[in-house]
């Protein structure tokens, strides 16, 4: 028999999918549309384990829903954009964004990422995705980047988006605005000083704990807690401050932690998000004390020029030289940093474009409600992110290679001139504004510096794969989208951000349904990470077990959730492939023109009732995206029903023109195929090709998904029955090692239960080789001893030179003479040759019996309620 070579084989079917152009989406197709906003992956070149995996699953819904006869949009997509992009440009050349110029900077950031896109688009291929690459995008381009303009221009118009200074998370490295959903956090080791704040106009002092001395030259408040008995004659005076000698006032705040250091704080602009929550109540002036490249300004008069963490030092330094630090303690602190270069990051009050996010928080939770959560339980992770924000949300970057704000802005007023809708894709730093001057003051108009956040360009993918303002018809029928399908760690940015999005410019959901899958870990469950040199790459498995064994894996990993990589899941994924593969080898010698529907006989509606549960149950975990229990049932079935029982049992028919049987063996196997074809595509698609002619589809990915037949619960009663007796024949066949096609001269079933098995005597019989077969409701089967075997481990200590002769005399007696004497009294006497009576008990001899039935000796296997006695050829 030829053998499937699993490689070679997708090999062939990628290239043969490709030429038919089977994915391909029809905008204009009367089908209903199922739409995928596909993660455009990042432009970064390897495949790790997790997108392996992550996308497998994605296209698993794509073919299945293919199968299911809608017209599926499955974008092939990548994210070029952005500050990791810009970090390894930098890395790899050696710049900075002020050492080339701004276009030559862009340039290089593009070539870099188009650099990996052939080889990545590639990698989807070896894997077995159906992306489609007609509706292909790439969030670098004009074509995309001007949805996301436009979409910026409407929420302008709304009133949606503003800007303001207001104070932002800042990296000092990155040298630019991030949001919150871009700040990461660690754990560290500060100091915390006490230090000696003077009271004004009196020869008292009070002390302030704080980590950040350096900052002292922003405090613009001191706060105590209102019940705070310690203080109580405080609020109200005034305090100098440390080296600056600002006169501050102290004032009582129920926010205070009056445990935490000496229990006063000092309020600076900014510190932190509390310190900006009472910046804002007590509606301080906004101070910089921290520039944009995270060193000290005028306000920090010597330390001024000062990079933060050496202007703490400094200041450190002369406080405790001064004595005006009187103590210092170690403290674990939850410092902030920036996602992508780890450095710490700063509060900010610089000009930014806001998105407003704090007075839709409502509207957001209600769109989340009318999108279908799998698993439901993802949603939460939402809720509580939109529960917890307190700032509306900054989009602008003070980066290069992202899209362009498409606004030109009065430097003397801040008067704001928003490109038109038909003229982006725009870059402002590029084309001149459509005024010389300022329209208010005459002042001049410069093209916006600062780019979007790259979710600006991610979350409007449903609005760019939907045709808005490109098709209003298609727009109208495509939006919103089917399926949104994303990892969980993205569900406070790409989640969020587009609902809250979509719902601004359409008042809509952008998708039915959420998809939400895991991480991919190391075998033993710990994240996989270059530094930790446990990385698994998918390539060497795609190359030595082939795509659908990874994808496997992949079936095995249910949504939500973690998984640690486990090799053998790949292992078994070939294995079943083999074993589909050649059972289709062996039907495809039975069936060999479309078979017609007919009457069944009952075994086969015994398999047909069990299939077209698994087909129900399949279609239902299709549906509701759990790949991992769709898997699980149809391999079940096809491995442990379908192939190693119901093929077995029909062997004996496929000879003859027996048209049951060939009906059934095609609807079964067929629908197995198809049930598996979009976990399993290349296996699926070789083995259907004997019966594609039949079935009527040039592809199984293209085929159509597979009918019901009837549920029979008497008959599969009666077939499971039917399989268990087999089974226990041929386990029993296995204990005595016979062949399984040793023969038998008869089989009889005997219980009160056993005419179930009327009709089924020929599936059994020819099954397990038995010459006759009978079902009787009872039978009477006599015991006989037909040897007896002396035991020679307790005969020779016992009886020493002697036992030769005991053994001897024993092995010749009558069998059922010695059953009957010992059933009878235990023991019995024997006489040896010197005369001497020595008595033989129990424990000595062993009576062989064996089971007779009409004179012919026979075995038995008790099944349920059944006896099977068997009797050998
Ligand atoms: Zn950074
Ligand atoms: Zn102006």
């Known amino acids: 028999m030829a053998q499937y070579e699993a490689v070679e084989n997708e090999r062939k079917w990628q290239k043969q999918w490709k030429e038919w152009e089977l994915y391909k989406f029809d905008p204009d197709s009367d089908a209903p549309p199922y739409s995928i906003d596909n993660p455009p992956r990042y432009a970064s070149g390897a495949l790790h384990l997790g997108h392996a995996t992550g996308y497998s699953l994605i296209d698993f819904a794509a073919r299945y829903h293919r199968q299911r006869g809608f017209n599926v949009m499955f974008p092939l997509c990548f994210d070029v954009n952005g500050t990791p992009v810009e970090v390894r440009v930098e890395k790899k050349f050696g710049i900075n964004k002020y050492s080339v110029p701004r276009q030559e900077y862009i340039k290089m950031c593009e070539e870099y990422a188009d650099s990996f ?112 008995a310690r203080y109580k004659e405080l609020v109200g005076k005034d305090i100098l401050t440390p080296v600056f000698g600002k006169r501050v006032k102290v004032i009582s705040d129920e926010k205070v932690d009056p445990d935490f250091g000496s229990g006063i704080v000092m309020i600076c602009t900014i510190g932190d998000k509390t310190d900006l929550e009472w910046v804002m109540k007590y509606k301080l002036p906004l101070e910089k004390g921290i520039d944009e490249e995270g060193r000290m300004t005028a306000i920090a008069g010597p330390y001024e020029g000062m990079p933060v963490k050496d202007a703490r030092a400094k200041i450190i330094e002369d406080l405790l030289s001064a004595g005006t630090i009187i103590k210092q303690e170690e403290q674990q602190q939850n ?105 208010m003051c005459g002042g001049e108009l410069k093209g916006c510096q600062d780019v979007f956040d790259t979710w600006m360009d991610s979350s409007v993918s449903p609005l760019y794969n939907t045709f808005w303002k490109r098709d209003d018809e298609k727009f109208k029928r495509l939006y919103p989208m089917s399926l949104r399908p994303q990892s969980h760690d993205i569900i406070r940015t790409w989640a ?63 949504l939500g959730e973690d998984h640690a990589f486990r090799e053998r899941d790949v292992v078994h994924g070939k294995k079943l492939c083999t074993k589909m593969w050649n059972l289709g080898k062996l039907i495809e010698m039975t069936v060999t023109e479309r078979p017609e529907r007919v009457q069944l006989k009952p075994i086969d509606r015994w398999i047909m009732s069990r299939y077209t549960k698994v087909l129900e149950a399949v279609t239902a975990h299709y549906e509701s995206y759990n790949f991992d229990k769709a898997m699980r049932e149809v391999e079940n079935f096809a491995w442990k029903e379908f192939a190693d029982h119901y093929v077995e049992m029909t062997k004996h028919r496929t000879r003859g023109n027996d048209k049951s049987v060939r009906y059934t063996l095609y609807t079964v196997y067929l629908g197995i195929l198809k049930m598996m074809a979009p976990m399993l595509p290349h296996v699926t698609e070789d083995a259907y090709q004997a019966f594609a002619g039949m079935d009527g589809a040039k592809s199984i990915h293209i085929s159509k998904w597979p009918e019901p037949e009837r549920i029979d619960e008497d008959a599969e009663m009666r077939g499971e029955l039917t399989k268990e007796i087999i089974a226990s024949i041929r386990t029993w066949k296995a204990e005595k090692k016979y062949p399984l096609n040793k023969e038998l001269a008869r089989v009889e079933v005997v219980g009160k239960g056993s005419d179930l098995l009327k009709g089924y005597e020929d599936d059994i019989s020819q099954t397990v080789r038995a010459e006759k077969l009978d079902l009787l409701k009872e039978a009477h089967l006599d015991r006989c001893a037909n040897m007896v075997r002396p035991v020679h481990a307790k005969i020779g200590p016992l009886f020493k030179n002697q036992a030769r002769e005991v053994v001897a005399q024993i092995s010749t007696m009558d069998p059922e003479e010695v059953l009957s004497m010992l059933t009878s009294k235990g023991s019995f006497e024997i006489q040896l040759n010197d005369g001497r009576d020595v008595l033989i008990t129990n424990e000595l001899v062993e009576v062989l019996c064996e089971l007779r039935y009409q004179g012919k000796a026979v075995e038995t296997i008790q099944v349920g309620d059944l006896l099977v006695v068997i009797e050998v050829k």
Not at 349 to 362: E, G, L, P, T
């Open 496 to 558: 969020f951000y587009t609902i809250l999005r979509e719902h601004l410019l359409t008042g809509e959901k952008p998708w039915e349904h959420i998809m939400i899958h895991g991480f991919i870990m190391a075998p033993d469950g710990t994240p996989m990470h270059t530094s930790l040199g446990n990385v698994i790459d998918p390539m060497p498995l795609l190359e030595n077990y082939g795509a659908d064994a990874l994808r496997y894996y992949a079936c095995t990993c249910s």
């Open 335 to 439: 410092r902030s940093i920036c996602w992508r270069c780890h450095t710490p990051i700063e509060f900010l009050q610089v000009k930014q474009w806001f998105i407003k996010i704090m007075d839709f928080k409502k509207e957001v939770l209600e769109k989340a409600d009318q999108i279908q959560w799998f698993p439901e339980f993802m949603k939460v992770r939402l809720q509580d992110w939109v529960n917890s924000l307190q700032w509306d949300w900054v989009v602008s970057r003070q980066r290069y290679f992202a899209t362009p704000i498409p606004v030109w802005e009065c430097e003397k007023c801040g008067y704001v001139l928003p490109a038109k809708e038909e003229d982006c894709y725009i870059d402002p730093t590029v084309t001149a504004p459509y005024q010389d001057a300022c329209p």
């Open 117 to 228: 896109i052939d080889s990545m688009t590639k990698q989807f291929e070896i894997l077995g995705e159906s992306m489609d690459p007609t509706v292909y995008y790439q969030t670098d381009a004009p074509y995309y980047r001007r949805i996301t303009q436009i979409s910026f221009i409407k929420m302008l118009e709304k009133g949606l988006a503003y800007k303001g200074e207001y104070p932002v998370n800042w990296c000092p490295r990155c040298i630019t605005a991030l949001a919150d959903a871009e700040v990461e956090y660690d754990q560290n080791i500060t100091k915390l000083n006490y230090v000696k704040f003077p009271v004004a106009d009196a020869d008292d002092h009070i002390i302030i704990a704080t980590t950040r001395p350096e900052l002292i030259c922003t405090c613009q408040t001191i706060a105590v807690h209102p019940d705070d």
